[in-house]
């Protein structure tokens, strides 16, 4: 069994003439992964060592060990970087990696089956779920205790509440 790698953050335009780049962190705390050792592909054929990392707006921006250039750092435009899950902190009570979730079956509170977990998102307003049916377009639900109050990973699945089965969601009387 390959080793479980989380992916931890994602490589930007290229910051200046000397090979700096602009780095988005999806930790808690961004200057963690300077803590987690060299940083792979998701092949784990490219590795990236931090050499230095500073605080941008919204993003950090770095310096990789070996990418001395503006024009090595544009060619990493868009590369994902990853690590070993193990060397993670583990989550608290109620909290997750997204990489726990992909995958887990999607059921009502009744046992009928509702999809599979494919993605979380944030796009700045709070995370969404985003789950596929076996036939049709996928639905996007907010991810709170209210719409997923059941996360059982051990057991492969979460529990969700469709629109309308939440208590207080009734559409306005005209």
């Not at 868009?78 to 979730?101: I, N, W």
């Not at 208590?167 to 009387?173: L, V």
Request: charged share 25%; net charge negative.
């Amino acid at each position: 069994m390959t080793a479980q790698i989380i992916c931890v953050a994602k490589i930007g335009a290229a910051h200046g003439v000397h090979g700096a780049v602009r780095l988005w962190t999806f930790t808690d705390d961004p200057f963690a992964i300077k803590r987690y050792g060299p940083l792979s592909t998701r092949d784990g054929a490219r590795r990236f060592e931090i050499a230095s990392a500073r605080e941008a707006k919204g993003h950090l921006v770095a310096t990789l060990k070996g990418v001395t250039t503006r024009d090595e750092a544009e060619r990493l435009n868009g590369v994902e970087l990853y690590v070993a899950r193990e060397k993670l902190p583990a989550t608290d009570e109620g909290e997750y990696y997204h990489a726990d979730l992909i995958g887990l079956a999607a059921m009502t509170e009744a046992g009928e089956p509702v999809g599979r977990v494919v993605a979380i998102h944030n796009f700045g307003a709070g995370d969404i779920i985003e789950i596929a049916p076996s036939q049709g377009a996928t639905m996007l639900l907010p991810f709170t205790n209210a719409v997923v109050p059941i996360v059982d990973i051990a057991g492969g699945r979460v529990v969700v509440k469709l629109p309308g089965e939440i208590e207080g969601d009734e559409p306005d009387a005209p």
